[in-house]
């Protein structure tokens, strides 16, 4: 949750309000992340929330910022960053493209997770591939990849109420789990076999912010025997594509 509190001063002349507030919207969506949510950018500059609400979806309109799908938030539009000097827009890599890219080069699903305020969010599906196990994916994430990933990033920021054993494999046992997840932290690389539901594999992997945090997730999906959980060429690609993610911001 963003605490921060940046009241947007008393203007002097004639500089109209609006744009100021409409300008510290934009550094607050900027500071705040992308797939800030209305009610953070509202909070961090102290602007009131119908106000900030009002002016976030002009300014979609006018495409300086976009809306995240799933998120229901909003991050830098290209005009935003034309106007900071980024690349051209023919430079710039949407992160479907790597994802559809990974879809090429495997027969397993391919999953983009977002963990913003420390909640697990699809915001990329595999249209090929049924997601087994999806409504224990964000209650209990202590039974897969994409969750045990989060949590070994999150230790003091998610808690964990309900320890359930949703196969033989599921660990359950809060010091084995405290082991899982220190493995996690030193490798990068969250796995799973027949934990969540039995026949699921899955490999997890980071993806880092310019702070080196951990924002979310790109995994890989597939049947126990079939998706191996060593496979180091695709673990290769799948951090090398995390990492083309994080940096296409």
Same mark, same amino acid.
């Given at each position: 949750m963003?605490?921060?509190?940046?009241?947007?001063?008393?203007?002097?002349?004639?500089?109209?309000?609006?744009?100021?507030?409409?300008l510290?919207?934009?550094?607050a969506v %900027?500071?705040?992340?992308? @797939?800030?949510r209305? +009610? &953070?950018?509202?909070? *961090? #500059?102290?602007?009131?929330?119908?106000t900030?609400?009002r002016?976030?979806n002009?300014?979609?309109?006018?495409?300086?910022?976009?809306r995240?799908?799933?998120?229901?938030?909003?991050?830098?539009?290209r005009?935003?960053?034309?106007?900071?000097?980024?690349?051209?827009?023919?430079?710039?890599?949407?992160?479907?493209?790597?994802?559809?890219?990974?879809?090429?080069?495997?027969?397993?699903?391919?999953?983009?997770?977002?963990?913003?305020?420390?909640?697990?969010?699809?915001?990329?599906?595999?249209?090929?591939?049924?997601?087994?196990?999806?409504?224990?994916?964000?209650t209990?994430?202590?039974?897969?990849?994409i969750?045990?990933?989060?949590? %070994?990033?999150?230790?003091? @920021?998610?808690?964990? +109420? &309900?320890?359930?054993? *949703? #196969?033989?494999?599921?660990?359950?046992d809060?010091?084995?789990?405290?082991?899982?997840?220190?493995?996690?932290?030193?490798?990068?690389?969250?796995?799973?076999?027949?934990?969540?539901?039995?026949?699921?594999?899955?490999?997890?992997v980071?993806?880092?912010?310019?702070?080196?945090?951990?924002?979310?997730?790109?995994a890989?999906?597939?049947?126990?025997g079939?998706?191996h959980?060593?496979?180091?060429?695709?673990?290769?690609?799948?951090?090398?594509?995390?990492?083309?993610?994080?940096?296409a911001?």
């Amino acid at each position: 949750m963003v605490t921060r509190t940046t009241r947007v001063p008393e203007t002097g002349g004639h500089e109209p309000r609006a744009v100021q507030k409409a300008l510290a919207l934009l550094e607050a969506v %900027a500071q705040i992340g992308s @797939g800030a949510r209305a +009610k &953070d950018v509202a909070n *961090f #500059t102290g602007i009131a929330p119908a106000t900030a609400y009002r002016l976030l979806n002009l300014l979609v309109a006018d495409g300086y910022l976009v809306r995240i799908e799933d998120l229901s938030g909003f991050a830098l539009g290209r005009r935003t960053r034309e106007l900071a000097g980024a690349a051209p827009q023919t430079a710039v890599v949407d992160h479907r493209q790597i994802v559809d890219e990974i879809r090429s080069h495997t027969r397993f699903g391919v999953y983009l997770v977002s963990y913003q305020h420390d909640r697990i969010a699809l915001i990329d599906r595999d249209p090929d591939h049924e997601l087994p196990g999806e409504s224990a994916l964000a209650t209990h994430p202590h039974a897969s990849a994409i969750g045990k990933l989060l949590l %070994a990033n999150r230790p003091d @920021g998610v808690s964990l +109420k &309900d320890l359930r054993k *949703f #196969t033989s494999r599921t660990i359950t046992d809060l010091a084995d789990l405290a082991v899982e997840l220190s493995r996690i932290r030193i490798c990068g690389i969250a796995i799973e076999v027949d934990e969540i539901k039995v026949g699921r594999s899955a490999i997890a992997v980071p993806i880092r912010d310019d702070a080196d945090g951990v924002r979310g997730a790109l995994a890989v999906i597939g049947r126990t025997g079939r998706l191996h959980t060593d496979d180091a060429g695709l673990i290769e690609l799948l951090t090398v594509s995390a990492r083309e993610i994080g940096t296409a911001r």
